[in-house]
């Protein structure tokens, strides 16, 4: 079955530090959307992808999805602690499916 | 807007009671979807649904879950004779249309913690 690898599994960065978070997958993703998680409360979405090569900006955070579609990065610029919180990608294994599955989340402290 | 709204927020049930978990999505969404985090787990799809039919219910298990989305309402999620091994959180999406290519919105969860 299809997996999603989120790299690093954790990261604690000092207050306004850069990072990146990388989701990687085996084989094509189709839709590869990026969520946050604050411990004990539901997902926000950030960023939907589809094609190849694109890339989307809101405030301090930029997502790219590569040409093969089959990586995508999360990359946070001048880290804040509202920053803070698991960081999962979610994608769908073919086109028509109905259920995103996700990788195992990626856990962000920011210091100040 | 209101968000996908899930009641309740956290629910304590015995062994062997029922657990009923209600989704209001979006405004305007016609298309729901359950998933289950367990702890220290990923998160797992369970059920697909629009409006009165089940799309998709491939991640849940064979027996206990049940899923409906009725035509006025929210969608519920039954889990009957609760086990300790249902302790989880249960999430509700919804999105506009279906779900590839679309936005999917999550709620806030719902914890159940069977006793």
């Known amino acids: 079955s299809q997996e999603l690898e989120q790299s690093p599994q954790s990261l604690i960065v000092q207050e306004g530090k850069n990072l990146t978070i990388n989701c990687t997958s085996s084989k094509t993703l189709y839709g590869l959307y990026w969520y946050k998680q604050k411990y004990g409360e539901g997902l926000i979405f950030l960023m939907m992808?589809?094609?190849?090569?694109e890339e989307k900006s809101h405030e301090k955070i930029t997502a790219k999805l590569d040409e093969k579609k089959q990586q995508s990065s999360l990359h946070i610029t001048a880290s804040q602690p509202s920053h803070a919180g698991i960081y999962l990608c979610g994608a769908f294994a073919r086109t028509g499916a109905n259920n995103l599955f996700f990788g195992t989340g990626t856990r962000l402290t920011v210091i100040p | 807007n209101a968000g996908v709204m899930q009641n309740p927020r956290h629910l304590v049930r015995r062994r062997g009671q029922e657990a009923r978990l209600r989704c209001s999505p979006m405004k305007g969404h016609s298309h729901v979807y359950w998933y289950r985090q367990l702890p220290e787990e990923g998160l797992k799809f369970m059920v697909y649904?629009?409006?009165?039919?089940?799309?998709?219910e491939s991640g849940m298990p064979k027996e206990r879950f049940s899923a409906e989305f009725p035509k006025e309402g929210p969608s519920i999620l039954r889990i009957q004779q609760v086990v300790r091994g249902d302790s989880a959180a249960y999430f509700c999406?919804?999105?506009?249309?279906?779900?590839?290519?679309?936005?999917?919105?999550f709620g806030e969860g719902s914890w159940l913690t069977v006793v």
């Open positions: 649904l629009q409006k009165e039919n089940i799309i998709d």
């Open positions: 992808l589809q094609k190849g090569g």
């Open positions: 999406a919804s999105s506009l249309g279906p779900s590839s290519g679309n936005t999917i919105y």
